[in-house]
């Protein structure tokens, strides 16, 4: 029964429209009140020592950098960089703001930013040069899910946090994967532009115009080498390359671009305080949640059953990798990482995989989940830049979907792509 309370209360809400961290509080409220297993402060405790941790202290930062950049003049600068680059070909404007959304992603950590920052840009640019509106708004919906996947990646370090990994290790395992992803879109904006006739630039690409553009988005490109290396190199942890950043867009904005304004911080700074919020209120009340599971031992209960069902490593990943892809239908990443990094993890354990591999398809799964309804969050946001109605985008992101899903079977069956890179640290 008390399995029945927590989760059908948290389902009526979530049915009720109530959002999502209030509605993780009020069922492990509800349940603790009906269970008596641990005292009502128990909820307060966790909403405290939830969020007392080191690296969660990257999430806000990575979240303020990701605003300074995104009005600091770098979304342009990165997109014709890498127009100059596949501009010409088929499809050209369409790659392009593909391989704009995964630059952008080493920059943000976040999806919905990375298809603000890109789509208010690209969008009406892809209209003009004769692209098909919901196309166009799909393409960067789609290219917005590399944001939690190319480091930083704000769910990544909630992983680290929740599963006991290193973030380092995960910033480095999502890089290949990020860059699979983005090929795969990329070979479905191809496939579409050739069939629709959408031509590129037909300018000859030159080195010169490469370079140019290149320099251009000088800045915007050191931002990942000074992120990464800085970790690697054991300069700083990845919570303080969060505030390098920061510094580092301000520098970039205020002195170097000089697109962004002193006027414009206190805006800046407040949206990215009420993101913030949103985002730790569903880390308080997840964990709360996920600790109410762990007390209940509803955790072991749900990883017997799974190996009870088949010996076979393979349909229980597959099993896995389906739960992650329809939970992200429904529930915000971060929400998912939390409550369901406990259950799965030692699954994953158990049949042989790493928790640095697991976690990567834990991520790249649920990223699927900003491009599909209900929740659908790049959805939401892609449709506020073009106006069209979430029905249509929805369609048209459908063969995007498919190119993801094929992505995440590559990366739970073929490990290498996850962990080479990690290998080569150790």
Known sequence: MTVAVLFGSFALLLLLSVPIGIALGISTLVTIV????????????????????????????????????????????????????????TGGFAIATIVTCMFFAAISGSGPATVAAVGSIMIPAMVRKGYDKPFATATVAAAGSIGVIIPPSIPMVIYGVTGGASVGDMFIAGILPGILVGVALMAWAYIYSKKKGYKGTLEKITLGHIGRTFWEAKWAMVIPIIILGGIYGGIFTPTEAAVVAVVYGLLVGLFLHRELKVKQLPKIIADSSLTTATVLIIVGTANAFGKLLTVEQIPNQIAEWMLSLTESKIILILLITALLLLVGCFMDTIAAIIILTPILLPIALNIGYDPIHFGIIMVVSLAIGFITPPLGVNLFVSSGISGLSIERISKAVIPFFLAMVFSVLMIVFIPEISMWLVSLGD
């Open 34 to 89: 009906y269970s008596e297993s641990v005292p009502v402060l128990f909820l307060m405790k966790e909403l405290i020592t939830s969020l007392d941790s080191f690296p969660i202290m990257a999430v806000p930062f990575f979240i303020l950098a990701g605003e300074i950049m995104g009005k600091g003049g770098i979304s342009e600068r990165l997109f014709n960089f890498a127009n100059s680059l596949v501009g010409s070909k």
